[in-house]
Every structure is written in C-alpha cells, then in structure tokens.
C-alpha cells in the first residue's frame, strides 16, 4: 500500500471517530439569572448535532464558590467541577460523571457511590479550555428540573430562571466575627440590626483544627430557615432554600436532600450550643461565603448580590479600642461604640449594674457599647425572697425583658451603675 493512501485512510478513520467541532459565530455566551445579566461565558461547540456547553464557567456564574479544576494527566483529561457543595469528576470522552466529596477547603478527595449519564460524552475544544458537556446535565442533574434553564441561540443567551435562588428573593446578609457574639443583619426590606448570636450562652464563632465552627441555629432562622434538634440521635436538621441538612454531633457522615455526605470536621457541642461547620453548611444551604481571613471575619449572603466586599475591616471596629474604654469608670465621653450607661457613665468590667430599680448584676465582659451580665440580684419591688425559680423568671422577663439567673449580652446605655447606697436595696 502507497503512503499516499495509507495517510488518507487514517485521516478517514480519525475523522470518523473524534468528536467534530462547530464553533458559534459568536465566540461569548449571555448568562441570565432570573432576569438579570451576570456575565457571559464562552459559546458552546456543536457536536455531532448536540450544543456543548463550558459547565465550569456556568457553574462558577451560578455560584461564584464554583470551581474548574482541569488535570491533563495522559491517557485522558479530566476536571473537578465543584458547586454548592457538590463535586462532579468530569473525563473526555466519557458518559460516565462521579460525584465526589467536597472538604471545606474545596477538595474533592472522596467518591460518593453516585454516577451521572451524559447524553454524549464530554470534549475539551482546546488545551486552553475546560470540559464542555450537554445541557441536559446541567439542566436536570446540577441545577435542577424545578429550575427553568433556557438556551436562546437567536439571542445567544442562556436563562436560568432560579426558584431557588430567585432574585425576586429577600435579599440578606450576616456578617460575623471569630471570638465575637455579634451579628450584623442587613435586610433590604428593613433597618440594619446588630444581635447577639447566641443571648443565651454568648457562643461565638470559633476555629478548630483549622475548620471554622459555627453555633449555626439562630443564624439560620434570621435567613428564614428551620432549625431542629433531636436529642436521642444528637441530631441536627437544618432547612433553608429548600435544601434539608442532617448533621450528627462528632459524626463525621451528614444527609443532604437525600444523599449521604462526608464532612472533614464533625459537628459538636460547646457551651451547651451545637457547632457545625460553616463551609459545608453554607454551601449546602444555598448561602455564599465570604471569608476575610485580614480581619477573622465571615460573611454570609443570601439572595443575588451585584457587588460583594472582599474586606470588612469596617465591621467590629470597636474591638480595637476595647481596652481604652474599660479603663476608666464615671468618664463622661461620649460615642456610639463607647459602654455608657443611662447617665453617660463609662462602664467598667466588674460593675454591678441594675434596671428599672428592679434587677442588678454584675458586668463579666464589655465588647464596645455591648456588655455581657449575670443577672442574680433583685429589689423588693419585684416581691417577697420566698418567690418560686420559676415564677422569677417569669417576672423578670415580663417587668424587664431580662432572663433571671442567666447570662445576657445586652446595650449599656440600657442599664444605670449601682451606686454604694443602692446596693442594700438588691439581694
């Protein structure tokens, strides 16, 4: 056989079995979500007559948490799509998609049992690109059937039209702090608050084994979710944007929607308050994350955000001048961030501090115009010493609206010091 003839019947059988490409006029995709432009993405190739669409760019879009990871390991090529919390191995010329466990920093380092179907095996155009798979996977097995996805190829537009992450959805935000039990909550249908995380017990965020802990139940119902406990199986189950999350304390297995997933960091309690961790909560729950490592600060978002900071050295100024403002007792600066009381007096670690002449305590921490105190002491105004616990508590919360014989963060400015001559009157 001539070699003339033997190059053109390999030309023929590789023509035959590699994938043949039709680039779009157009070399960038419009991506909408819920009516809005969030950016454009590269056009998807033609196929053998399916449109092939670049899912790690989308995905990204969809969730700017989302990743590509493309390893050009021979004999094939494979990417590591990650989103909401979810990881997709991804191989060209391949049907077959694992899903994969994804740690908090990210990583997919375990399989999950579950295999996906691709309508037709998945391409990478160019060595510069990442994988492109048919839309079908995206529609129905990352996003979902409840969720409308739309390919305009007039208008070269993609349109996902999100229910659940609709951007007719309240839009929200909380931003906390590590060691800090304040919470900043801005809503765009009302005033932006600070709260306390936890009024009964003052958690915090903390980080262990460099994972970050969250007491994650009153977070969760500011989003408007659901939070319950079941104390026979120590079982957590968290419900927001119609994702459901089952978490166990020191079990490192969750349920999610169904599926059974694998966490790097096991739920547990402090202080009588369950921690779960936050990354794998967040991405399970449909809430983006913005760690500020600078600042120790983490930042949760609910809800389409046109521009999201990426430094809020802004949030919980007060700190740094916590020393300064414990110093000094009966000073009469002023400032919004300083713990003055009713009078203007600057309160001090150590202070008893009392309410409406009924109710004292002393003061254990200050953290700018917030103090933390043990609420243990009463006048006569609130009845007799022989006062049943309970109906104490009772009384303390409806004269008061403090919690008796508990700790409770609260506004100085609330509250006045006891003086010397008071102080015979609480007990």
Known sequence: MSKIKLVLMISLLLSLTLPQFVFASDKTLKVEVSNHNEGTVPSPVVVDGTNMFPIGKILNILDRSGTETVVRDKPSVHSYVTFQGNCYSITEGKKEVTGYVVDESGVCFEPTGKVYQLEKAAVYP????????????????????????????????????????????????????????????????????????DPEEGSTPVIRDD???????????????????????????????????????????????????????????????TMVPLKFVSDNLGLKLVWDGKNQVIAL????????PSDYSEYFAYKNDEKTKQNTKNDKTTGNDKPLDINGNLLKVGDVVQINNMFAGEILEIQGSKILIYWNQRSALTGDKKISEE?????????????????????????SIVGVSESAFYY
Not at 219 to 232: C, L, M, Y
Not at 301 to 308: I, L, P
């Open 126 to 197: 160019s060595d510069k690109e990442g994988v492109y798979v048919p839309l079908s996977f995206i529609e129905k097995d990352i996003v979902g059937s409840e969720n409308d996805t739309i390919y305009l190829k007039d208008k070269n537009t993609l349109v996902f039209n999100m229910y659940t992450w609709d951007e007719q959805e309240e839009k929200m935000s909380i931003i906390l702090k590590i060691g800090d039990p304040w919470m900043y909550i801005s809503n765009a249908d009302k005033k932006d608050e600070t709260k306390q995380i």
């Open 211 to 273: 994972r970050t802990l969250l007491p994650i139940a009153n977070i969760v119902k500011e989003f408007g979710g659901i939070v319950t406990w079941d104390g026979n199986e120590k079982k957590v189950s968290i419900t927001l944007n119609r994702n459901n999350v089952d978490l166990w304390i020191d079990k490192n297995r969750a349920v999610v929607n169904g599926a059974v997933k694998t966490l790097d960091v096991a739920p547990t309690i402090i202080s009588n308050k």
């Open 391 to 415: 109906k104490m508590k009772f009384t303390a919360m409806f004269l008061a609206g403090i919690k008796w014989h508990e700790y409770q963060w609260g506004d100085a400015k609330t509250v």
């Open 301 to 308: 978002y609910k809800g389409m955000f046109d521009n999201v």
